[in-house]
């Protein structure tokens, strides 16, 4: 795992590697089978995965779907711990779809409160839109909250995975370019959130400099 804009750079530094790679970012299909003939070409066995739900503290939050040939393989590494590893089947890209379908749900949706919302304060109604959501959408203003706090963590990493997302949904030019300014969006907040601090801001530059970097680049970076 790493930040999704990097996970092909990464892949193509695993050049000596022979073993079984596991590719877990939040990447799309294509990139997906991409990483695996780059990995392959180097002698290893790929496995496609992709990550749903929070971090594995307890049993039932956290999923990592598998898919390939060898999938089932490493699903058995995960039996009797707190992640389930279900194998959606032994096609390379499957469980990257189900990574991009589930993150376009929940990290579009919270995508569009923010925009939401920030509009709504920028023409001055954010109160009025805020007690309108209190009496017909409980919990929204919640959402909203939660949102706002994830994407100013985590927002920098999220660019790259909207961007995987549109390419998902390549073959619908709307939903495509929708997700690229969703990208837009996520990139913006997170060099809002950075501004608030200097160290904060020294270290989104530093880890955007590294997911778009080349493998040459990031063994400077190092």
Known sequence: MCPPGAAADVAAAMRAFAGTYVDANAVSPGTARAIGATVAAAGATFVDGGIVGSPPRRPG?????LS?????TVATLFAQTVVEAPVVSGRIGDAS???MAYAAWTKGTAALVLAVRETARAEGVEEALVAEWARSVPGLADAHARAQRAAAAK???WVAEMEEIAAFLGEDPAAREMFLGIAKLYERIAEGAAKQSPAAAAELDALLQFCSASPTAQSKVG
């Open 61 to 65: 939050t956290t999923r990592l779907y």
């Open 68 to 72: 390939g040939p060898s999938a089932d």
């Open 97 to 99: 779809a189900v990574k």
């Open 155 to 157: 927002g920098w990493r």
